[in-house]
């Protein structure tokens, strides 16, 4: 009788297949991207809520919004029940996700507003990114930190699990700027002498500015706090963080240094 003797190596290689296989199978899934625009008068407002995805927001010059959203799931099936619902009005453009009860779903979103816009997006598991020349912003993340380049306007920033990092295209003259998170670091850069009053307040974590601003430290503790003007301090700023470093900085300083 013949006998076939495998080798050890063998066993090893043909079980590491089987377990890449195994990978391949279990990471599949599909795919499908909804584009679409819609007109917006360029003093309008677009809103985002999503709940697995990263929402990226840029401006252009044009009285439209663009909508590109890519849906990925584990099944055809599951596909066909994750939806991107599109509202439209006179002033107003409203995206939202609606998710399978069961079973793994995301979208991702791409989103070009008009220069100028109000915007507020919002997603509980995922990053948020805005570049460009904005009205007022709101933006919310659960899981996720959020970068925003571009802000002007009344401006609403929090987290929970994330950083923060707020960069201003001009000094605000007035109104509320906001930055909120429990674990993460916020950053905010403001081009040179801001007229701003500023509150700002970290339990575990250090305060630094780049602005003629008092940082005060607990005598016990590691918490740290800064209350401060400058100018005729219009713009209300307000900072906290339970877990994180907050730093106020010269963006127009780091943008040369760059």
Same mark, same amino acid.
């Given at each position: ?70 849906? /990925? ?30 079973? /793994? ?86 081009? /040179? ?31 740290? /706090? ?33």
């Amino acid at each position: 009788m013949l006998t076939v003797h495998r080798s050890p190596s063998f066993a090893v290689l043909a079980a590491a297949l089987a377990l890449s296989a195994c990978t391949i199978v279990n990471a599949a899934s599909v795919t499908e991207e909804v584009d679409r625009t819609v007109p917006l008068s360029a003093d309008g407002s677009v809103s985002v809520s999503n709940v697995n995805g990263k929402i990226d927001v840029s401006t252009w010059e044009r009285n439209e919004v663009r909508i590109r959203a890519i849906k /990925s799931a584990e099944s055809k099936a599951k596909l066909d029940e994750t939806e991107v619902r599109i509202e439209t009005g006179a002033d107003s453009v409203t995206v939202k996700t609606e998710l399978p009860r069961h079973g /793994s779903a995301s979208v991702n979103y791409e989103i070009s507003a008009p220069a100028g816009a109000d915007v507020r997006v919002d997603t509980v598991n995922g990053h948020i990114r805005m570049t460009g020349a904005y009205g007022d912003v709101r933006a919310h993340s659960v899981n996720g930190g959020v970068n925003a380049a571009g802000l002007s306007g009344d401006t609403k920033i929090d987290t929970v699990n994330g950083g923060v990092e707020a960069v201003y295209a001009q000094a605000p003259s007035a109104g509320s700027h906001q930055f909120h998170s429990v674990n993460g670091s916020l950053e905010v850069l403001l081009p /040179s002498s801001p007229d701003a009053s500023f509150r700002a307040h970290t339990v575990n974590g250090g305060i630094r500015t780049d602005f003629a601003l008092e940082v005060r430290k607990a005598r016990f503790g590691p918490t740290s /706090s800064m209350d401060g003007t400058l100018g005729s301090g219009a713009a209300k700023f307000e900072l906290d963080t339970v877990n994180g470093a907050i730093r106020i900085l010269n963006g127009t300083a780091a943008a040369s240094v760059r």
